[in-house]
């Protein structure tokens, strides 16, 4: 049986008395990779901090590896969770690349020769090892990003969260991460991202969950939810490039619900044979 790692039963939320979730139920299970996505203001972020303990259930209930979040604190969750701000600088402090990298490293109790060998692991997985001696606050955004996914998954957690992980990156930038996902997916590990970039989704999730107004509006396959263009415009979200020409095609006869550029292809062949 798939272990549950996220469950998530009528979660309530709310700012200032203005309601953030709204009756939100989850589950998510070990080795799923999980894109959330939709409008800012939808609940994305105020969800995933309710899996690391940053947030507690104004109602409702949020167990994370079978723990009641109420019941520990961030501490005690962190060495199972790993949560990548969208802002990095909201989580980066230490003088230098190196020491950021280590800190986590260090806090756990890592022995020292283990400590320098996923140091530079996590740099060089990154791209950030010309710059370990270098004061975090003096790379670009893009980079300091990457640090602050370097900094989590240095000490090996189970659960990571990524809010935001492309925003800044450049293309190659944005293979490096699909490379990690990769990477991550073979080791089993649980991913979840809240991403609005839906030309990166495609093809590397599993599973798609979208929110608009705190509520979720969809949750599925990557194909059936980014073919829906119903659901893409309740969360004010564009559709991938392939799924616009499958709809624009649709009327020859080209499945709605393509999500490969080869899959339009060979349709577009066999039409083209008749």
């Given amino acids: 049986m798939v272990e549950t790692v996220v469950e998530v039963e009528n979660l309530y939320y709310s700012y200032n008395s203005h309601p953030v979730l709204r009756g939100i139920n989850l589950e998510i299970r070990r080795g799923e990779i999980v894109a959330i996505m939709g409008e800012n203001g939808a609940g994305k972020t105020t969800l995933i901090k309710h899996f690391n303990g940053l947030l507690k259930p104004k109602k409702g209930l949020v167990k994370v590896f079978g ?43 890592f022995k020292e020769e283990v400590i320098k060998r996923r140091v530079e692991w996590a740099l060089n997985l990154m791209g950030l090892t010309k710059y370990r001696n270098r004061s975090p606050f003096t790379l670009s955004i893009g980079e300091r990003k990457r640090l602050a996914i370097a900094s989590v998954l240095s000490y090996d957690p189970e659960l990571i969260i990524f809010d935001e992980p492309t925003a800044g990156q ?6 490096r991460i699909a490379e990690l996902l990769n990477l991550l997916r073979t080791q089993g590990k649980t991913v979840i991202i809240v991403t609005h970039d839906v030309e990166f989704v495609a093809t590397r999730f599993e599973r798609v969950i979208v929110m608009s107004q705190g509520r979720i509006i969809g949750d599925g396959s ?34 709605r619900d393509i999500i490969y550029p080869e899959e339009l292809v060979e349709k ?6 008749r």
């Fill in 170 to 175: 450049d293309f190659l930038q944005k293979e």
């Fill in 222 to 255: 990557f194909r059936k939810i980014l073919s829906n263009l119903e659901i893409l415009k309740k969360a004010r979200l564009l559709p991938p490039q392939i799924v616009k020409c499958a709809w624009l095609l649709s009327d020859i006869g080209i499945p």
């Fill in 67 to 109: 723990v009641d979040t109420r019941k520990v604190s961030v501490a005690e969750l962190s060495r199972k969770v790993g949560l990548v701000f969208q802002n990095p600088d909201h989580q980066l402090f230490a003088e230098t690349v190196e020491k950021e990298v280590e800190f986590a490293l260090r806090n756990f109790g």
């Fill in 268 to 273: 577009l062949e066999k039409i083209l044979r």
